[in-house]
């Protein structure tokens, strides 16, 4: 059976992408094998650790439990588009300094969880936080110093003006 | 407590070495790598524990001639995988001992292919009874392993355990039980292999101990050290999971590797990495303990058993640790301690976090609370008139000759907590609320480094160099997996020299780049390796100041020209060091007597727990940590090993489930194996005592698994605290609190079953 | 991951229209795809059966909440993230709002939709408590026309429904009449989020001068599909709220579950919790009482 595959438009990090993918192939696949952004984990394929965890137009979502057919059209955010050039994201610095991330493979899920908080809550209490991060498994760190990262990045001038 | 010496860098939160890689997501672990022509592997496993392999059945629907497909005989070396010992095969080939043990590989360019690939191979056996408990292997019905199903037993005796019985005021028995628990890493176990006839076997893997995989892939290849290489790329965790279960996958990867000509990429999924990878050990640990009318420790005898599953893989060494921190941190004339390994027909027991403490600390801390009980004297009492002090000798007749602060770990962790003023309230507010309050307290330590001989036995070999370009190499085959081994070592490294941390980095963690530190474990990266790095650092100066004119109070700059210097003279710019074990360190592996660890990391640890009698649910409210782990070299990565290592400890109390039937585990999802979320971790406080170890890196001591053993008999304390119920077992569920707290069921009521 | 893409075909339905005729044209052929927070679980598994499915997360038709002066009416295709975010929702239906707070992370919630949580037919599943305290009627639609039928009257057994082959849910209508009422909804899991749950109870109440003159209690995991306890009501329904009366509601309760025995939990454990949870919810009603005689 080889039906001519779809063709699926996306805007990755704001860069268009055109694939030709069977249309239950997950999004998170596409974009680690078609697209060579491997930021985006695969921890468990059931949408419980959230290392998968993209932004679909502005959503927050796990990009294993999204099939690439409900993506066409969608503007996708991954870990690789929070830096600007060479400056990192508030977040990013935030993690470096205060220790978010140790073994660093919920880090980029973890991210774009804690930048889609910030971008609905730009100074959420802790009780937020934690609801905020509580799709994103982190067996490394307790998630204290998680907490901390997103407090200070808060803090950071230019966090809450983050549009994306 | 002597004062820390004034460091530039050690001591200082310096950011992490690779972090900028990781939060850019540009950090590459196993599956985010690929090799030119590489296909992918996958593992038929056995579904039932115990029997001999009849047939196996390829169904004809699959074109088998796409694939590759690798079988026992294809082994060109030892089919076993070599640890401690080397009973465990690398591919059954008739007898199988586990469900999910591996007996064959394919291989697909296609990996989408393989699932239903692997499904089509069935396997018909000749079932035999299979053991799947401790009490079941004890009987000896049915051998599974060896003579008499033992991996490996303790006897340590000290003084005269049998007269005391008779001098005692009170006499408390408990048996204390801690079940399997997974690493659940958030990246599972993975390998690339390539092979040729000219070059040997690469794997790229993640793992926590190259020169651990080097040597099985030696036996399993029949090669020569130089032909076998092992990298370890970025890895998402591990915590004991890749200390030794890497050889087995590296091995499977290499086997595809070389029948089939190409790369192969083998990474499980995790209901695959959590159905056939290691697990820890589950215990039974029994007390019976003389105490005078003070409650002091008259004789303790200790009876520990731990399931070791189906192979040995490193059963003995958690015994032994689980052995020497049975009698917790307190003072014991007569002692006598029994303790057996078992085999079992359910997946290998391996490497987690303790290491046998967190269960043999579970049974003695929870064993402390019924002695305090028996007495008549409060928690923090009973262990203050126990504690070690310097100069006790411990079970093993080791003298404490280092400073043991262990009442000021107390008092600062009561304080820290609120102790005294929250239990009041506690019995104040409890009898009008569904919600009962309580606090509890652990005290214990954790052995630095390999017991008594290990240390000499690894021989450890570290160093540094300096590149051409001007960057000092850290040359270790010590990993990084999260805790920080990049971070210290090259802050250490900077120290020592006398240059930024900047102007140091790593060395690939590359069999043929770099030496044998020993492996990643047993919390001895900091104090061991470090210490290496340390003295290589003092070396390189001073050969720098005899061969290359380095000035007094020289710069980096200085430094760096010191070396080209150097390097004209003798080609290259390299100061290693081997392991000296600290004077003084005796250890008797006959007797189990002596020194057992050049040094002990020290902690109090006190739980504030809510257990709600409408849902029987017990929730960790607030986590207080006073340790004393020697020099601090990082205070933020050091935190961090402390609330990761807490967190995971809370799971392995009240949440973590391993559940078996017919010995495989059948909660193999994340979903359903359950760690704790952001929305159940309580706030952790985290204090650090110091007292720098002369012979552990600028004084260092262990750190990484110091934090699992506290949280598990912490908690049950204070449940214990806040209901009246002594729990012996964990983990504890609600559904166990409800059956204890409900047994008065009225009997007239309808039970829904 | 262990389901091959290439082997299950997906489409996007144009419309609702559209989606109704294939539905019609190809009887049972199709399997209908939201949000996926079941399906691609089931395909990273291995287990998805389904061969042909069709994609409803274009379909616009389906994703609505209308409110009007009666009720509120919210599409098969919302999600729970819109529906948290509703503000007549969180002020008529704070119990819904609740709930959908509950299932699994953020990013579930954006994605998992009312119909598909329904339609699911999980008895654990987190709305169905909230929609049947509320009295939801539920509307279902195909080319042959849409019936709107009481949502308590949906689930006729174990992933079994009303629902025929060529229907979807096209909206839940919940009447906003219960500002007044005293209301609880309480979900016991094994953990604080991403926790399946064990056993959840709805209610929804009117008391006056003590004598309980309306009530609807519901619950998950305490038989095989969400449930009304329809026994317990009746035990509580125009009594004076007494030892007496709770003892009756108890044994009406202990009596009338079925759970069971699973991965999760035990049926002795649910049955009990859930006696627990109902006298909580009692003693909410008893204060309540008590407020109102004093204001």
């Keep these: ?164 | 407590m002597s004062p820390t010496p004034q460091t530039r860098i050690v001591g200082t939160p310096q950011i992490r070495k690779e972090g900028v890689d990781k939060v850019l997501g540009r950090a590459k672990y196993v599956d985010d790598l690929e090799r030119e022509g590489m296909w992918y592997g996958a593992t038929v496993r056995s579904t039932i524990p115990r029997g001999r392999i009849r047939q196996i059945h390829y169904d004809p629907r699959i074109d088998w001639h796409e694939f590759v497909i690798v079988s026992a005989a294809d082994i060109p070396g030892k089919n076993h995988i070599q640890m401690i010992a080397a009973d465990q095969a690398c591919l059954a080939d008739d007898a199988v001992n586990h469900c999910n043990e591996a007996i064959i590989l394919i291989a697909h360019p296609d990996k989408r292919c393989l699932p239903d690939a692997a499904a089509a191979i069935r396997i018909d056996y000749d079932p035999l009874p299979p053991v799947l408990s401790i009490e079941e292997s004890e009987t000896q019905q049915q051998i599974v392993w060896g003579e008499d199903n033992i991996f490996k037993q303790f006897h340590l005796e000290k003084g005269n355990v049998d007269e005391a019985w008779a001098k005692a005021a009170h006499i408390v028995e408990g048996e204390y039980r801690t079940g399997a628990q997974e690493h659940l890493y958030i990246e599972n176990n993975g390998a690339i292999a390539e092979y040729s006839e000219a070059d040997g076997i690469t794997v790229w893997g993640s793992l926590q101990c190259p020169f651990y995989v080097h040597k099985s892939l030696m036996a399993v290849f029949d090669l020569p050290a130089e032909k076998v290489r092992v990298i370890q790329v970025e890895t998402g965790g591990a915590f004991g999971g890749k200390e030794d279960y890497p050889s087995i996958i590296a091995s499977h990867a290499g086997l595809l590797a070389r029948k089939a000509g190409r790369p192969i990429k083998i990474v499980y999924d995790r209901m695959e990495d959590l159905a056939a990878t290691t697990k820890r050990h589950p215990s039974r640990t029994r007390h019976r303990t003389a105490v005078d009318k003070d409650g002091k420790l008259l004789a303790m005898e200790i009876e520990i058993a731990t399931d070791g599953g189906a192979y040995s893989t490193l059963s003995s060494t958690v015994l032994s640790r689980a052995t020497l921190h049975s009698t917790g941190p307190y003072v014991c004339p007569n002692i006598r301690i029994t303790s057996k390994a078992w085999a079992t027909n359910t997946v290998p027991s391996g490497a987690f976090r303790g290491f046998g403490a967190p269960q043999s600390i579970f049974a003695i801390e929870r064993h402390m609370e019924q002695i305090a009980r028996a007495v008549g004297v409060d928690s923090a009492e009973i262990r203050r008139r126990n504690f070690l002090h310097d100069g006790d000798t411990t079970a093993t007749e080791q003298v404490m000759v280092e400073p043991v602060i262990l009442d000021t770990l107390l008092e600062r962790a009561l304080k820290e907590s609120g102790y005294h003023a929250r239990r009041k309230q506690f019995a104040l507010d409890n009898p009008h609320s569904p919600i009962k309050r309580g606090m509890g307290i652990a005290a214990f330590y954790h052995g630095s480094g390999f017991t008594g001989s290990g240390e000499r036995y690894l021989n450890s070999l570290a160093g540094i160099d300096v590149t051409q370009q001007g960057k000092v190499r850290v040359l270790v085959s010590s990993t990084e997996f999260g805790q920080g081994t990049n971070t210290i070592l090259t802050q250490i490294a900077a120290e020592s020299l006398g240059v930024g941390y900047d102007d140091v980095i790593m060395a690939p963690s590359d069999t043929n780049i770099v030496p044998n530190s020993g492996p990643t474990v047993a919390s001895r990266t900091s104090m061991v390796v470090g210490h290496l790095i340390e003295r290589s650092g003092h070396q390189l100066i001073a050969m720098l100041q005899a061969e290359a004119a380095l000035p007094d109070g020289y710069t980096a700059g200085d430094f760096f020209g010191a070396c080209e210097r150097y390097r004209e003279l003798h080609d290259k710019v390299e100061s290693l060091c081997r392991y000296e074990a600290p004077p003084n360190i005796y250890w008797d592996d006959q007797k189990y007597r002596g020194e057992a660890y050049p040094a002990f990391a020290w902690a109090v640890y006190v739980a504030e727990v809510a257990v709600d009698t409408t849902t029987y649910s017990a929730e960790v409210k607030n986590f207080c940590t006073v340790q004393e782990v020697g020099r601090v070299l990082n205070p933020t990565l050091a935190a961090g090993q402390i609330e990761g290592g807490v967190a995971q400890g809370i799971g392995y109390a009240l949440y973590e489930k391993v559940l078996l039937k017919n010995g495989r585990m059948f909660n193999n999802q994340m979903t359903n194996y359950i760690m704790p979320t952001a929305q159940d971790v309580p706030p952790i406080s985290v204090v650090f005592e110091g007292i720098p170890f002369n012979y552990g890196a600028y004084g260092a001591k262990g750190i990484g698994e110091l934090p699992h053993d506290g949280p598990a008999p912490a908690i049950l304390n204070a449940i214990q605290d806040a209901t009246g119920e002594n729990f012996t077992s964990i983990p504890l569920l609600p559904e166990d609190i409800f059956l204890r707290m409900t047994t008065n069921i009225n009997v007239e009521e309808p039970l829904a079953v | 991951m262990r389901g091959n893409p290439e082997t299950h075909e997906l489409i996007a339905a144009t419309s609702l229209a559209d989606t109704l005729a294939r539905l019609a044209e190809e009887l049972g052929a199709w399997t209908l795809i939201a949000g996926g927070t079941e399906l691609m679980v089931a395909h990273a598994a291995g287990r998805l059966s389904a061969q042909k499915l069709m994609s409803l997360s274009t379909v616009q038709e389906l994703s609505f909440i209308r409110v009007d002066a009666h009720s509120v009416a919210i599409g098969g295709g919302t999600t729970f993230g819109q529906i948290r975010r509703h503000a007549t929702i969180a002020s008529d239906f704070p119990l819904l709002a609740q709930a959908a707070g509950w299932i699994g992370s953020i990013a579930n919630q954006n994605r998992a939709t009312l119909a598909g949580n329904i339609v699911n037919g999980s008895p654990a599943a987190d709305a169905p408590p909230a929609l049947l305290v509320y009295d939801a009627e539920i509307e279902l639609i195909s080319l042959r026309g849409s019936r709107r039928l009481p949502y308590a009257e949906f689930h006729l057994g174990y992933k079994q429904s009303v629902l025929e082959r060529d229907e979807l849910v096209l909206a839940l209508h919940l009447p906003r009449r219960f500002e007044s009422h005293a209301k609880y909804l309480r979900k016991v899991g094994t953990r604080n989020a991403m926790a399946i749950t064990k056993v959840a109870i709805a209610a929804t109440a009117l008391i006056t001068e003590g004598r309980i003159l309306e009530i609807r209690l519901a619950a998950a995991s305490l038989a095989d599909r969400p449930v009304r306890l329809i026994a317990t009501e009746s035990a509580l329904l125009d009594k004076i709220l007494s030892t007496e009366t709770r003892t009756a509601a108890r044994t009406a309760l202990l009596n009338e579950v079925h759970p069971i025995d699973d991965i999760r939990s035990t049926a002795l454990y649910r049955a009990h919790v859930a006696a627990n949870l109902l006298n909580e919810f009692l003693d909410t009603l008893e204060q309540k009482q008590a407020a109102e005689l004093i204001a």
């Design chain 1, 1 to 164: 059976m080889s039906p001519a595959w779809p063709h699926i438009q996306l805007i990755v990090n704001g860069q268009s992408a055109m694939v030709e993918t069977p249309p239950m192939k997950r999004l998170l696949d596409v974009l680690r094998e078609d697209l060579g952004l491997t930021g985006t984990k695969e921890g468990c394929g059931e949408g419980e650790c959230g290392s998968c965890s993209v932004r679909m137009n502005g959503e927050l979502v796990n990009s294993c439990l999204v099939p690439i057919l409900q993506a066409d059209g969608a503007r996708i955010e991954t870990v690789e588009g929070l830096a600007i050039d060479a400056e990192l994201h508030p977040l990013q610095k935030a993690f470096l300094e205060c220790g978010g991330a140790q073994c660093g493979i919920c880090t980029p899920g973890m991210l774009m969880a804690a930048t889609h908080l910030l971008a609905h809550n730009p100074r959420p209490s802790m009780e937020e936080i934690r609801e905020g991060l509580a799709g994103n498994l982190c067996r490394c760190t307790g998630f204290i110093k998680i907490f901390d990262s997103v407090i200070a990045a808060a803090a950071m001038k230019g966090a809450a003006h983050d549009a994306r």
